[in-house]
């Protein structure tokens, strides 16, 4: 101490050692924190991205369900589209959009 204090030295000498112990744990508390950021957005970019796959998978859905919709559309108009439908099982073609509602 630079200077006589009517604090006792004992005191004085706690108050320094656990601010150096602040001080010493300062670094490891920042690094933990950012590698609680770093978990927590990797966290988030993986939500992301199976949340970008769920809605491409709900396209490829709906684009086959178009193309079916329209297979059939074309079936009904065009004559020798619809002896294509005519020459399959029926059972065959419900399973096939079975298969499709199940993707």
């Known amino acids: 101490m630079a200077f006589p204090t ?9 108050v320094t050692q656990s601010n150096v112990k ?20 990797t966290g988030i ?3 992301n991205a199976v949340s970008a796959q769920q809605q491409q ?9 178009q193309g079916v919709t329209q297979f ?3 079936a009904e108009a065009d004559a020798p ?3 294509i439908l005519a020459k399959r099982d029926p059972a ?7 298969q499709l ?3």
């Open 72 to 74: 059939y559309g074309a």
């Open 57 to 65: 998978n709900a396209l490829a859905q709906a684009a086959s369900n």
């Open 81 to 83: 589209t619809a002896g």
């Open 6 to 14: 009517a604090v006792n030295n004992q005191i004085t000498d706690a």
């Open 22 to 41: 602040v001080l010493g744990e300062a670094p490891a508390m920042a690094i933990g924190s950012i590698y609680q950021t770093m978990a927590h957005s």
């Open 92 to 98: 065959e073609l419900e399973a096939l959009i079975r």
């Open 45 to 47: 970019l993986f939500e």
């Open 101 to 103: 509602k199940s993707e």
